[in-house]
T-cell receptor, first 116, second 115 residues
């Protein structure tokens, strides 16, 4: 049972345009969401996160939106740059529950390609 | 500050062989974990630890053992390797706060092939 789903395996955008990566979840206990970026032959690196008490978090070119009623979050990258080309993973945690100890559940990943 | 380090980077095993994947962190993080990444599956949690002497199973623990004798080290043992364990393995660590989730920092990964 995939509790976190990224239904688009890949996304291709032109440099300077907006990239929108989507993520859906099924577990209503999830209260903290993260996006990780991964280049080939490297480990994932943290990009941005959002708590369930917010519906938006912004960090430079990256914005994450959370729609709790739809159990959906999205990552917007504006403007997209060729260096953003990577695999993006959505992850969720039920951290506030106290017993989950920060365990993360990951989506399958979306390969983003930004063309010059 | 090296962050999270993993050795080896690559390993080829024959079915039935055993080996240990090493993971170390120098950030004094309480929480450490092991994931495997397979095509189309994302990262799946194998085992995790909330401190020295405390470990627990994740989503896919079968075929793997862990121990945590120090805060810094969290080795992953394959007792009898199987082709289904061919994967890329990532170790991660983070601080641990009650009722909150901290950002996990990942190592560079170990690519394991079992023939």
């Amino acid at each position: 049972d995939q509790q976190v789903k990224q239904n688009s395996p890949s996304l291709s955008v032109q440099e300077g345009r907006i990239s929108i990566l989507n993520c859906d979840y099924t577990n209503s206990m999830f209260d903290y969401f993260l996006w990780y970026k991964k280049y080939p032959a490297e480990g994932p690196t943290f990009l941005i996160s959002i708590s369930s008490i917010k519906d938006k978090n912004e960090d430079g070119r990256f914005t994450v939106f959370l729609n709790k009623s739809a159990k959906h979050l999205s990552l917007h990258i504006v403007p997209s740059q060729p260096g953003d080309s990577a695999v993006y993973f959505c992850a969720a945690s039920a951290g506030a529950g106290g017993t989950s100890y920060g365990k993360l559940t990951f989506g399958q990943g979306t390969i983003l390609t930004v063309h010059p | 500050n090296a962050g999270v380090t993993q050795t080896p980077k690559f390993q080829v095993l024959k079915t039935g062989q055993s080996m240990t994947l090493q993971c170390a962190q120098d950030m004094n993080h309480e929480y450490m974990s092991w994931y495997r990444q397979d095509p189309g599956m994302g990262l799946r949690l194998i085992h995790y630890s909330v401190g020295a002497g405390i470990t627990d199973q994740g989503e896919v623990p079968n075929g793997y053992n862990v121990s945590r004798s120090t805060t810094e080290d969290f080795p992953l043992r394959l007792l009898s390797a199987a082709p289904s364990q061919t994967s890329v393995y990532f170790c991660a660590s983070s601080y641990l706060r009650a009722g909150a989730t901290d950002t996990q920092y990942f190592g560079p990964g170990t690519r394991l092939t079992v023939l």
